[in-house]
Structures are given as structure tokens and as C-alpha cells.
């Protein structure tokens, strides 16, 4: 079975939750879009400097550049935790189903509701504590230890937009859900639901 694209199983996810508005889909792979442009960037060009790094400090030692492995780091951390927004949206965080899927319906119902309640609100304190970090860091003036001299905010203020992205992303289906039946019936075939047309 070939896996359809982030973007598709996002949109497939609220769909099947309730079939939204056109604008609302848009707007949700605009949003999906965007994030997965980001991610793939900064993975490929963390990726490309740690490659130029290494074969750069075997090859042509004078010209190895001291700063490649921290570049890379803070680009792999920023793709990393950026992630984490279309994962909620595609519902594919880790849960604990070994219970959950012996209940009835309109219980399994309540509990995602209230693990996405949850998600929004650990994921807002960790923004919080994200921006709080990241003033600290500018405050004392912490910087990376290469040439570059990077501070080191940049790379906490990773934390801090990517948990608040999560936590929206979070109440948006968190929204979208509760409108949901709590004993929905079968589900709209996930493409049609996405583009809108009508059974043949």
C-alpha cells in the first residue's frame, strides 16, 4: 500500500471528523503545506553542512569549517520539533489504545477530546517556558562555542514557536472533533470528503 502524502492524510483526518468548510481545507493545507516546505528545507540543509563538514575535515583540512556541526544541530532541532504540528493533525502521536479500544464509541469520543484538551495545554506551558528560556538566554548573552559565536536563543526560541504551533494545531481539531457525533456513522470516503463531490 503506498502512503499518501502528510498533506492528503491531514486534510483525510478532519475530514472524516466532519466534513468542513472549502476555506477551512484550504486554509488547513496552506497551513500543512508551509510546515512540510520548512521541515524538508532545514532537514536537506542540516544534512548538506554536516556532509560538507565531515568530508571537508579528511579532504581539505584548512578549509573545514569549525561551525558545521552546530549549524547543523540547531537546523536538525528546528526541523524536529516542527514536525510535531502535522502529527496532530494526521492524529499520528503516540496514544495508548491498549484500553481505549475495548470502550464504547461515545467514551473513546470523550477521551480524544480530552487528550487534544490536554495536548493544547502542555504544549502552550512548554511555549511558554520556551520564551521564558529564550530571554534568559539573550539576557546573559549564552553563545555557541564556534567561530560563528551563535547565540544560543536561536535555538531555544525553536521550543517556544513550535510548541505554540502545536497547541493551535491542537485546538483546531480539538474544535473540529467536538463537532463530531459521538457514534459517527461510517466515515466519507477520505477523497471525496477532501475535494467535495458527491458520491457517483
Known sequence: MVDRPM?????DTVSAARPPSAA??????LWTRCETAAISVLGIAALVIFLYGTLARYIFPSLSPDWAEEVSIYLMIWALLLSGGPLIG?????TAEVVTHLLPAAIRHRLRLLGLTLTALFCAILSWLGWQLTQLSFAVGERGESSLSLPLGYYYVALMVAMALMSLRAVIMLLIIAKRPEEPAAAPEPTRAVKGSAPS
Open 7 to 11: 498533506e492528503q492524510r491531514v486534510l
Open 24 to 29: 477551512t481545507l484550504r486554509a488547513l493545507a
Open 90 to 94: 494526521d492524529s499520528r502521536h503516540v
